[in-house]
């Protein structure tokens, strides 16, 4: 709420999996609420009070609907903000960032920038996006001073679909500035969202801070995958040792191996650090470059186990894969490394089948046929292959019915059972 007790108006440019949970939560601390999406479909499914994001069910969203959001796609909806956050997404092309949406979205919006006003980038990128890329687009279009005129920071998402208890309101939320009264700005603006804030330095300090835990992350799971592909030839059950690391109170972070990474942020986030490195400095972040290698790799290395697993090559066999999304629990399938799985075991000339409880059909690929999981298809399938371990499977009922599985997640015991 404003000083006055009335509603202020924020924009949430952005409906994606970082833009509608904020957008609902903000609604829900008593902002009147604009969100702006430029894909169509999406807007019609949330006027019609349905939700393409796990973390925001249907009830919640009509509920926010009903008090203060509202969707568009008219940038005509964001006249007479107060806070701006643009929460577009930043893909990589051909290895760098592509930063056409947000460039896009600052544009779209700068008309509407006055006096007074605070804008936030939330969108993973470089150190300097903010004040190299964003201020001097709004700064020109609108004729106003960041800083002096209107408030300007960044403040990275830290929202992890699909955990349940780790959310967007009790999340601590790193809040940066490019001066103090625009720090002030965005800590007040969260501050009514959320539980806690992490006020930083600068945007560049908050911009590497995001880059820096997902670093962190593929650099972790890149070393245990590594350890995976060795300890199985040395006999050692890789999970089992990391599990009696995670004993040792200090020193030691528990991450275990899998087929690969996926999802916005871990296959992407540390080559935009590494690439504003090797672009500024001509230095390779080595770190970054090895840990790619090693969980690009991954897909590959699943393949030529489950071939092992089969006895054969894959041609002709019958192939069910449990999970495409790339992470428990959601059914976001972008840079799914079980995607990739699927692929490459089509290219071999597999007949390759999935359940995916979560994912939207549309999103999956045209080559898998997708099936319940049922005794029948257990039973037909020459090899089950555990990609993504979704709480919803029933292993029980894998392990009494299919004749061979490769486990890529360490849910299913018994003879017929290979893992990774």
């Known amino acids: 709420m404003g000083p006055t007790g009335a509603p202020r108006h924020v924009v949430v440019i952005g409906l994606g999996y ?29 006027t019609a009070g349905g939700s393409y994001v796990e973390d925001i069910p249907d009830a919640r969203l009509r509920a926010a609907l009903d008090t203060g959001l509202t969707v568009t796609h008219d940038y005509a909806g964001t006249a007479g903000f107060d806070v701006c956050v643009i929460a577009v997404p930043t893909p990589l092309r051909d290895g760098a960032p592509d930063l056409s949406y947000v460039e896009s979205a600052a544009c779209s919006v700068t008309p509407h920038l006055r006096p007074g006003a605070t804008v936030v980038l939330e969108s993973t990128s470089y150190p300097g996006t903010t004040e190299d890329v964003l201020r001097p687009i709004l700064e020109h279009g609108s004729g106003l001073r960041a ?50 804030t992490v006020p930083v330095s600068s945007p560049r300090t908050a911009e590497l801070t995001k880059l820096l835990e997902n670093t962190f992350r593929q650099v972790n799971i890149a070393l245990v995958n590594e350890l995976a592909m060795c300890a199985r030839p040395l006999g050692v059950d890789i999970r089992e040792a990391v599990a009696a690391a995670a004993t040792k109170p200090f020193g030691f972070m528990p991450f275990l ?104 059909p549309v999103h999956l690929p045209a080559h898998v046929l997708c099936v319940d999981l049922t005794e029948e298809e257990l039973r037909d399938a020459d090899v089950v292959v555990v990609t993504t371990d979704h709480d919803a499977f029933d292993y029980a009922l894998v392990e009494r019915h299919a004749r061979r599985v490769f486990d890529t997640r360490g849910r299913c015991r018994g003879e017929a059972v290979a893992q990774l």
């Open 257 to 360: 191996p899998g087929p690969g990474v996926g999802g916005h942020c871990l296959p992407v986030d540390p080559t935009y650090l590494a690439w504003q490195v090797r672009r500024t400095l001509s230095h390779d972040v080595r770190f970054i470059s090895l840990a790619n290698e090693i969980n690009t790799h991954m897909p590959r290395y699943v393949v030529q186990r489950v071939t092992e697993t089969l006895g054969r090559e894959p041609a002709g066999a019958r192939v069910l894969l449990l999970g495409l999304a790339y992470k428990k629990n959601t059914g976001d399938v972008r840079e799914s490394p079980a995607v990739e799985v699927a692929r490459l075991l089509h290219e071999a000339g597999a007949r390759v089948r999935a359940v995916e409880p979560f994912a939207d």
């Open 18 to 46: 970082v833009g509608l949970p904020l957008a609902v939560a903000a609604a829900e601390a008593g902002f009147r609420v604009t969100g702006l999406d430029t894909d169509d479909q999406r807007i019609k499914r949330l």
């Open 147 to 196: 800083g002096r005129d209107f408030r300007l920071g960044y403040s990275p998402e830290r929202i992890d679909p699909g955990n349940a208890h780790w959310r967007l309101e009790n999340t601590p939320k790193v809040v940066s500035g490019v001066d103090a009264e625009s720090l002030a700005a965005l800590e007040d603006f969260y501050g009514r969202i959320v539980d806690r």
